[in-house]
């Protein structure tokens, strides 16, 4: 599905990805990990178009995104929950919802979309007419991935989901995307919580100084030395 072929990208002068090269298949998820400034949330912007590749190539389903706008490869099928959550916090739940299905085919199907989101997460049901500002960091969390699937995406980016959020809401939030996963989506995690996420994707790739280190299957990658590297780039 999603093929990243030999990217080189970054800001400015300063260059944050050199000759990355991964893939994503339809239906995998897929993780990329690696120590804070490896270059992770850059790989994930280059993918929905926020962040030009100075060399190399971005295909989906054998289609260049090269030079592609955001909202052409949101279009494509891509939907990106980025750090941060980026909701928008003085609008409602529901409106926040209505935002990410601003696509004419997504508006179609809003009324269908919007029961898949609130079976999946019935807080954010509970809450519709509540202002986003004021859920919890979790709740939030929550509500930036229903965002994304509002647009109908093939494939979902997660940049560091758990990031801020307590242990407990940590392990909820990986229970709620193993279910994102099972109703489908293909997925491609940028996330520091190593072990956890190793338990949730199928493949992992390791990532250090904008470079890919190691790749394999996670159940073969779950080992301290992987980890080690993963969290410090020893």
Known sequence: MLEVDRVTAGYGEFTALWDVTLRVSAGEAVAVVGPNGAGKTTLMRIVSGLVPIRAGDLRLDGD?????RAHEIVSRGIAHVPEG?????????EENLKMGAFLPAARRHYA??????WDLFPV???????RAGTLSGGEQQMLAVGRA????????????????????MVLRLFDLIRRVREEGYTILIVEQNVRQVLSLVDRAYLLEVGRIQVEG???DLADQDFVRKAYVGI
Not at 112 to 117: D, K
Not at 124 to 130: P, T
Not at 149 to 168: T, Y
Request: no cysteine; net charge positive; glycine share 4%.
């Open 217 to 219: 299957r996670a159940a």
């Open 149 to 168: 699937l509002m647009s109908r995406p093939r494939l979902i980016l997660l940049d560091e989901p758990s990031l801020g959020l307590a242990p407990v």
């Open 124 to 130: 954010l049901a509970e809450r519709r007419r509540q």
């Open 64 to 68: 260049s995104l090269k030079g592609r």
């Open 85 to 93: 959550r980026r909701i928008f916090p003085r609008l409602t739940v």
């Open 112 to 117: 269908e979309t919007a029961r898949r989101v």
